[in-house]
């Protein structure tokens, strides 16, 4: 208020001098008291004083990207007798960039005298707060300035404050994410095409107890009639069929006296192998016939119990842990003697057996009779052959045009159509890409490949929450651990997304160990790209100048420029390379 006087004071006596006869010297006097009275009761009475950068840190500094997010934390302080006692002060953080500005999370700060449930500051001794915000990273922000803007009030008078610049440029090798996920492995739908497949046909011949003989009842049951007609038609097509053996397993059920068990197998095992030599004859096959026998079947005993409901059924099984010689096991059971009833009438029969086991392969058509078949007629090819001749080919157009055929032939198999989408993505073409997978998923909703590769398209677009969900739906692709890596990454939890990646040689996975700080095994992962780009040999340059190799690290710059020029531009406002921007190859480079 003081000053306010003096200020009116010397406007009196200046209009004062303009009416009177004084001396020039005394005039120019009062007229410099004046303006200074003047520029000191505007500082006090109309405005609050400007703040300096040296009132503010900002952590980190530079800022940082994490995933696709800028946090800061701001820690200020409002100096001595700065803070008028009923006035307020908003504090807003601001990104200023060359294409416009983004305002982060404003903070109020009031006077003692100001009732209101912000932070107080206490006019006499200043005070320091501490602030946090954050900004949704976009690419024009890599080159900016953060400002803090101020807007202080006292009543409903507003006090000019200028704004302070506290940061300079953002650190956003995190945010290169967006330009890896475009060379990630993506889900590839295998086809399940054998050349081989290892084929069984089982029979069974039932006995009556204690004989061996085979009843012709027994050979026309189902089981032994499909072993005849699967020698039949091995015999019929051994361009196709091989046979490989037959195997034969005769057994004795657990009752009565081991001798009288032993030989009753040895003679099943007898009549069983006479039988399959017969008809073996009768197809005019020839192969090894392999048999055992099983005197006493304790393991099929147990397993029949423990499958069964018959009475007593837990004190049995509790005999046959407890005793492990089989005539005491046989005299425990037969004193149960209401469930050895149901053993005699349930259990025991299907133990008293012989199995026919015939081992052969199914060959499928060569890669050359696959091809030629395509070429001739595509329809008579199996889903699994289609799929299987695009491995055939390196040719991305042929391969293209098999699985557009198959997807004619074979709608209902989402397979063709996830590849498409592959292939699509791969080239960049992310619009053919959405529609290919959309259509595999309406085929197959729940199949993993094309969910995985939905999650990737969804992350290109910035839509986390749709990728986790499409993610959580592809556990059983071989690609779904850096998909997931990818997602880690965009949510800023880098060990997470380390682990994720796991062995994955991809620019991803080399980005995640940089943002870890695990060089020497990011140089390790990226030197192991099977087709390395300009992204590869980026994120090589950011290891060297981050390891103060500034040779490598312009060699790395200049490969990634040849085979992307874009980067130049982007290299050229990377803090990454600040120790180097001022080197003239650099600067050439990135011109």
């Keep these: 208020m003081v000053m306010c006087h003096l200020f009116y004071i010397f406007a009196f006596q200046l209009n004062h001098i303009k009416h009177n006869n004084h001396n020039e010297m005394q005039k120019n006097l009062i007229i410099a008291l004046a303006i200074t009275a003047t520029g000191l009761a505007l500082t006090s009475c109309s405005k609050m004083g400007a703040l300096s950068a040296d009132n503010f840190s900002v952590t980190p500094n530079p800022l940082e990207t994490l995933g696709d997010q800028v946090p800061a934390t701001i820690n200020g302080r409002f100096p001595e007798k700065y803070m008028k006692k009923k006035a307020t002060v908003t504090v807003t953080p601001v990104l200023r960039y060359a294409t416009g500005e983004t305002k982060g999370s404003a903070a109020t700060f009031q006077g003692e005298k100001v009732e209101g449930n912000n932070q107080s500051i206490s006019y006499l001794v200043g005070g320091n707060y501490t602030m946090k915000t954050n900004f949704q990273y976009a690419p024009e922000m890599q080159k900016s300035d953060l400002y803090l803007t101020f807007d202080a009030r006292k009543g409903k008078k507003a006090y000019k404050v200028p704004d302070v610049k506290v940061g300079e440029g953002i650190l956003a090798t995190s945010a290169l994410v967006n330009r ?170 299907q133990l008293r057996r012989s199995r026919i086991s015939v081992n052969y392969d199914l060959i499928g058509r060569s890669d050359e009779e696959i091809q030629q078949q395509y070429k001739a007629d595509a329809s008579k090819l199996s889903v699994e052959e289609l799929l299987y001749s695009a491995t055939l080919t390196e040719s991305v157009a042929e391969q293209s045009d098999i699985y557009k055929r198959t997807t004619q032939l074979y709608p209902n198999d989402y397979r063709a159509y996830n590849n498409l989408g592959v292939q699509a993505f791969q080239t960049g073409n992310y619009s053919d890409a959405q529609n290919y997978v959309n259509q595999a998923l309406k085929v197959s909703s729940n199949a993993a490949e094309p969910n995985v590769n939905a999650g990737l398209l969804a992350l290109l677009n910035n839509n986390e929450e749709a990728a986790q969900n499409y993610l959580s739906k592809g556990a059983a ?24 990646f796991g062995d994955s040689k991809s620019n991803s996975a080399g980005l995640a160990q940089i943002l870890t700080k695990d060089y020497m095994t990011a140089a390790s992962t990226l030197s192991s790209v099977e087709k390395p780009d300009g992204m590869t040999y980026y994120l090589k340059a950011i290891i060297a100048a981050r390891t103060n190799n500034n040779e490598l690290a312009i060699e790395n710059l200049r490969n990634a420029i040849k085979e992307d020029a874009s980067l130049a531009k982007y290299a050229a406002n990377d803090l990454e390379f600040k120790k180097i921007a001022k080197d003239s190859t650099f600067q050439l480079l990135t011109k």
């Design 477 to 500: 692709s071989n690609a779904v651990g850096e998909a997931m890596g990818n997602l880690y990454l965009k949510q800023g939890k880098y060990a997470q997304a380390v682990k994720s």
């Design 180 to 349: 890896t996920l475009k060379s990630s492995n993506t889900a590839f739908a295998p086809d399940a095409y054998q050349h081989v497949i290892r084929q069984k046909e089982e029979a069974n011949i039932q006995f009556l107890i204690q004989q061996a003989k085979i009843r012709t009842s027994e050979l026309k049951s189902v089981s032994v009639q499909n072993f005849i007609k699967t020698l039949r038609e091995i015999r019929a097509d051994q361009e196709r069929k091989a046979l490989d053996n037959v195997e034969v397993s005769a057994y004795a059920s657990p009752d009565g006296g081991l001798s009288l068990n032993t030989n009753l197998a040895q003679n099943r095992e007898k009549a069983t192998r006479i039988y399959v030599g017969q008809e073996l004859k009768k197809a005019g096959l020839e192969t090894d016939v392999n048999t055992k026998y099983t005197a006493e079947d304790w393991d099929g005993f147990q397993k029949l119990v423990a499958e069964s409901n018959i009475q007593d059924k837990e004190v049995i099984l509790r005999v046959l842990s407890m005793y492990q010689d089989p005539e005491e096991r046989e005299t425990q059971i037969r004193n149960i003697s209401a469930a050895f009833t149901d053993l005699a009438n349930e259990i025991l029969p």
